[in-house]
Nanobody
Framework: QVQLVESGGGLVQPGGSVRLSCAAS????????MKWYRQSPRKERELVAS????????NYFHSVKGRFTISRDNAKNMVYLQINGLKPEDTAVYYC???????????WGQGTQVTVSS
């Protein structure tokens, strides 16, 4: 059974940091590009970061570079998203996504809420 389980969200003050985790199981983790998306109310889901299967380098989107850091631990089937300097506009549900490097198969987690507010 394929599972992507996010954790680490919560209520954070502006300027604070949060580390989101995604635990993957039920598929060949190293054959998947891992991604983090987010969705704010009344907005479409957007890709914020991705990391390839054996790469240590992340790709960043929507002006989050410099504040967001994606990483993965292939030995533990985990992917992380470190977010520093949180802003109210970062408030969203953050989703973990796995996309096969061979075809269009992809999996989604259930999401974890990050709320940035004082």
């Amino acid at each position: 059974q394929v599972q992507l389980v996010e954790s680490g969200g919560g209520l954070v003050q502006p300027g604070g940091s949060v580390r989101l985790s995604c635990a993957a199981s039920g598929f060949a983790f190293t054959m998947y590009t891992m991604k983090w998306y987010r969705q704010s109310p009344r907005k479409e889901r957007e890709l914020v970061a991705s990391i390839e299967n054996f790469s240590g380098d992340g790709n960043y989107f929507h002006s989050v570079k410099g504040r967001f850091t994606i990483s993965r631990d292939n030995a533990k089937n985990m992917v992380y998203l470190q977010i520093n300097g949180l802003k109210p506009e970062d408030t969203a549900v953050y989703y973990c996504n796995a996309r096969s490097i061979y075809d269009s198969v992809e999996y989604w987690g259930q999401g974890t809420q990050v709320t940035v507010s004082s």
